[in-house]
């Protein structure tokens, strides 16, 4: 019985946290119906709350935004209307750093988390894998000696959470893994491990 029963959670688990997750992901997006006026919204049409209507029209909205973004006028207004956040005390400050993270993260030119990389920490002969983000910059390359580079080294297994390290290149160890197979070896704590590629 202590078998089945642990078979049944190995199971049963991953699914109910896969659909809470996505749950909550869809309950969160449908909070964009508020933009419409309460006689357009879905439950007042068809008399009962339509789970994932919100979420169709939150994508269209980024859909249409990125769109309009690539011609001249939407790129004007979107300059303008930075142009007005940076003039908010407080605001300016809180946008400025989110949209300086998010264009690090999500452009395709940008080099944040594209590599996984082999580096001795937190002690020699004691290794973890780590996630390659740029080269130090400002006024610490003026301290630093050498060829360095940004390692941000994500904690298990919440790899939102984690420590960020400057060291040199010869010492990080590229890894012929991919982005997505290093973190699911990092969250399953080493239990999820990845294919046995030969020696080069």
């Not at 941000?152 to 893994?177: C, H, K, Q, W």
Request: hydrophobic fraction near 50%; proline fraction near 6%.
């Amino acid at each position: 019985m202590r078998k089945y029963f642990i078979t049944g959670l190995l199971i049963l688990v991953p699914l109910a946290i896969t659909l809470w997750v996505l749950h909550a992901i869809i309950s969160t997006m449908d909070q964009s119906l508020l933009l419409l006026p309460t006689e357009w919204r879905p439950e007042k049409l068809v008399g009962f709350k339509m789970l994932g209507i919100g979420t169709v029209l939150t994508l269209l909205i980024v859909f249409v935004t990125g769109l309009l973004a690539q011609n001249f006028i939407g790129n004007y207004v979107i300059r303008a209307w930075e142009s007005l956040l940076q003039r908010i005390p407080i605001v300016s400050s809180i946008y400025s750093s989110v949209k300086q993270v998010s264009d690090t993260l999500f452009s395709s030119s940008g080099n944040a988390f594209r590599k996984a990389v082999l580096i001795e920490y937190p002690r020699r002969d004691c290794w973890t894998i780590g996630f390659l983000t740029g080269v130090p910059g400002g006024d610490v390359v003026n301290h630093l000696k050498g060829d360095f580079v940004s390692v941000y080294v994500p904690t298990t297994p919440n790899p939102t959470s984690g420590f960020f390290l400057m060291l040199p290149r010869d010492e990080a160890i590229e890894l012929d893994m991919s982005v997505d197979a290093a973190l699911k070896y990092i969250v399953s704590m080493g239990v999820v491990a990845p294919e046995h590629l030969p020696t080069k």
